[in-house]
């Protein structure tokens, strides 16, 4: 075995075990050694039961007919998913997600907090690298719909900002 075959090997082995370690489902990067040398790896396990990231609003049962308009098909998706909320800030990576810079400090949002385009709303670790998550417009935080220290899938919805 050569040098950089080994030390892909060991790489490997260490995403599977932040995979088994942050019970995530999946993950993938890619190293880049040079112009025409890369390597991509995507480690990923199968679940025998799949569950959301997040748990979905519960349906509202709606009043007799003709006492309100049906909610239109935007409206519907909206309340039942979050991800697919205007004002959703998803997650960018896979990862653990922290909602302050250290144990017993203040969280960095919550709920009804007005936060200006840029501010950290909260941090996702992926690989023992802290990446803070900047809220992508001003507004007000409306929903918060991760727990600290959960793990978190590239694309799952964090905050809504309104």
Do not use: C, W
């Not at 370690?21 to 999946?26: G, K, R, S, V």
């Amino acid at each position: 075995m050569n040098k950089t075959h080994d030390t892909d090997v060991a790489f490997i082995r260490a995403l599977a075990e932040l995979l088994n370690e942050n019970d995530l489902t999946e993950l993938q990067v890619k190293r880049d050694y040079g112009e025409n040398d890369s390597l991509n790896v995507r480690v990923s396990r199968r679940q025998e039961q799949v569950a959301p990231a997040y748990a979905p609003a519960p349906a509202i049962a709606s009043p007799a007919p003709g006492h309100a308009p049906a909610p239109t098909p935007a409206e519907s998706a909206t309340a039942e998913d979050p991800a697919s909320h205007p004002g959703a800030v998803v997650s960018p990576m896979v990862g653990t997600v922290y909602m302050q810079a250290e144990p017993g400090a203040a969280p960095f949002v919550s709920v009804g907090d007005q936060v200006a385009e840029g501010d950290t709303i909260l941090i996702v670790e992926a690989m023992k690298t802290m990446n803070h998550i900047p809220a992508p417009r001003a507004g007000t935080v409306k929903r918060i719909l991760v727990e600290d220290g959960a793990a978190v899938e590239y694309g799952a919805p964090l905050v809504i900002i309104e």
